[in-house]
């Protein structure tokens, strides 16, 4: 079990990364998808403006005139004044509001880089319990959201109170303007603090992408061992691998001593190297290794091979060779084919005698 005083000093491992994001715990930062979406719309706002003040403008010379023509509303006319205020919220409210809630699904996929999970929606009765709440209330985590909650609001009424301080001469300049003349104005002024403003909250977004991606990667920080932990989990036991390692070898060997009766022929270096080789020429073009070793185990095959009649001859450098550049069950090379072919005939001559 890792040791939770252990401190997490290690960075997280890709397998834990991933895993976080399975479970829906990602590195996003709000204050940028708010960032994003007041530049968008304050943008989109100034693009739009005409079509926005030309629709309020025929809603509410509508509504004068029906007030001027009639002595009292009817019953009948709320359904007419109903869809004319829709169609006009639809014209100069829903542009906006489809386009604020795209740009924040836009930075929120952006930052998550595609994530769907729904794991984080998930119940969790801990929620509930007033001491969890009152504890994140005085985390750091809720320390820092508070301050950030305060810098921006503070940020907001300075940037308000130093532009309206240089426009504040204008204001009563425009009792005597025309509506004409004065929604521009006012237009004017607006945008320009909205500028102030987006710039302002671009720096906030940007410190605090930063700083939540510095909290993230400090929550996923790991202790040696837990690294080692994983290691185990994924890469598997160092001791059992070597267990089961030997345990493939062995059945490896077994099934390679079976072969050896079988064999045409099994060279060897004295003591240091033994290779069984099998011919046949129906299935192969060229004379195959069925089994080859090395001390104690060329040993093993040399008297396998003599237990059951199968030819043994020396050949110092031909065993030296097979057995370094010839793989398990594999067609010897074409450069091994005259030495192996030579030492083939020799044994099919003696047994050619040994049947005569």
């Given at each position: 079990?890792?040791?939770?005083?252990?401190?997490?000093?290690?960075?997280?491992?890709?397998?834990?990364?991933?895993?976080?994001?399975?479970?829906?715990?990602?590195?996003?930062?709000?204050?940028?998808?708010?960032?994003?979406?007041?530049?968008?719309?304050?943008?989109?706002?100034?693009?739009?403006?005409?079509?926005?003040?030309?629709?309020?403008?025929?809603?509410?010379?509508?509504?004068?005139?029906?007030?001027?023509?009639?002595?009292?509303?009817?019953?009948?006319?709320?359904?007419?004044?109903?869809?004319?205020?829709?169609?006009?919220?639809?014209?100069g409210?829903?542009?906006?509001?489809?386009i604020?809630?795209?740009?924040?699904?836009?930075?929120?996929?952006?930052?998550?880089?595609?994530?769907?999970?729904?794991?984080?929606?998930?119940?969790?009765?801990?929620?509930?319990?007033?001491?969890?709440?009152?504890?994140?209330?005085?985390?750091?985590?809720?320390?820092?959201?508070?301050?950030?909650?305060?810098?921006?609001?503070?940020?907001?009424?300075?940037?308000?109170?130093?532009?309206?301080?240089?426009?504040i001469?204008?204001?009563?300049?425009?009792?005597?303007?025309?509506?004409?003349?004065?929604?521009?104005?006012?237009?004017?002024?607006?945008?320009?603090?909205?500028?102030?403003?987006?710039?302002?909250?671009?720096?906030v977004?940007?410190?605090?992408?930063?700083?939540?991606?510095?909290?993230?990667?400090?929550?996923?920080?790991?202790?040696?061992?837990?690294?080692?932990?994983?290691?185990?989990?994924?890469?598997?036991?160092?001791?059992?691998?070597?267990?089961?390692?030997?345990?493939?070898?062995?059945?490896?060997?077994?099934?390679?001593?079976?072969s050896?009766?079988?064999?045409?022929?099994?060279?060897?270096?004295?003591?240091?190297?033994?290779?069984?080789?099998?011919?046949?020429?129906?299935?192969?073009?060229?004379?195959?290794?069925?089994?080859?070793?090395?001390?104690?185990l060329?040993?093993?095959?040399?008297?396998?091979?003599?237990?059951?009649?199968?030819?043994?001859?020396?050949?110092?450098?031909?065993?030296?060779?097979?057995y370094?550049?010839?793989?398990?069950?594999?067609?010897?090379?074409m450069?091994?084919?005259?030495?192996?072919?030579?030492?083939?005939?020799?044994?099919?001559?003696?047994?050619?005698?040994?049947?005569?």
């Amino acid at each position: 079990m890792p040791d939770s005083s252990e401190e997490k000093t290690e960075k997280a491992t890709p397998k834990k990364r991933q895993d976080q994001r399975k479970e829906g715990n990602i590195f996003q930062s709000k204050e940028v998808v708010i960032a994003a979406s007041l530049i968008v719309c304050f943008t989109a706002f100034r693009f739009l403006y005409n079509i926005i003040e030309s629709t309020l403008k025929d809603l509410i010379k509508w509504f004068i005139g029906l007030v001027g023509t009639q002595n009292m509303f009817r019953e009948s006319d709320l359904p007419q004044m109903f869809i004319r205020a829709l169609i006009a919220f639809a014209i100069g409210a829903l542009p906006m509001l489809f386009i604020a809630g795209f740009i924040g699904i836009l930075a929120g996929v952006a930052q998550t880089k595609g994530l769907v999970t729904f794991k984080s929606l998930k119940p969790k009765f801990s929620r509930l319990n007033p001491l969890s709440g009152l504890k994140n209330m005085v985390s750091i985590k809720g320390f820092i959201e508070l301050l950030k909650s305060i810098i921006k609001i503070t940020i907001l009424f300075v940037i308000i109170y130093l532009s309206l301080q240089d426009d504040i001469t204008m204001l009563p300049k425009m009792i005597d303007m025309s509506v004409e003349e004065s929604v521009p104005a006012i237009g004017s002024m607006i945008w320009n603090v909205s500028l102030k403003i987006m710039i302002a909250f671009v720096f906030v977004a940007g410190f605090d992408y930063m700083y939540q991606r510095w909290d993230y990667e400090k929550k996923l920080r790991m202790t040696k061992q837990e690294i080692k932990e994983e290691y185990k989990m994924t890469e598997g036991d160092p001791k059992i691998k070597g267990q089961i390692k030997q345990k493939q070898q062995q059945m490896s060997r077994q099934r390679m001593m079976q072969s050896v009766p079988e064999a045409d022929v099994v060279i060897r270096n004295p003591t240091h190297y033994a290779v069984a080789l099998k011919y046949v020429s129906s299935k192969n073009k060229a004379p195959m290794v069925i089994a080859k070793g090395e001390d104690s185990l060329a040993l093993r095959i040399i008297e396998v091979a003599i237990d059951n009649d199968v030819p043994v001859i020396e050949n110092k450098p031909l065993a030296r060779a097979l057995y370094a550049e010839v793989d398990l069950d594999t067609e010897i090379p074409m450069e091994f084919y005259n030495p192996v072919a030579e030492v083939l005939a020799y044994v099919y001559r003696m047994k050619e005698k040994e049947w005569y």
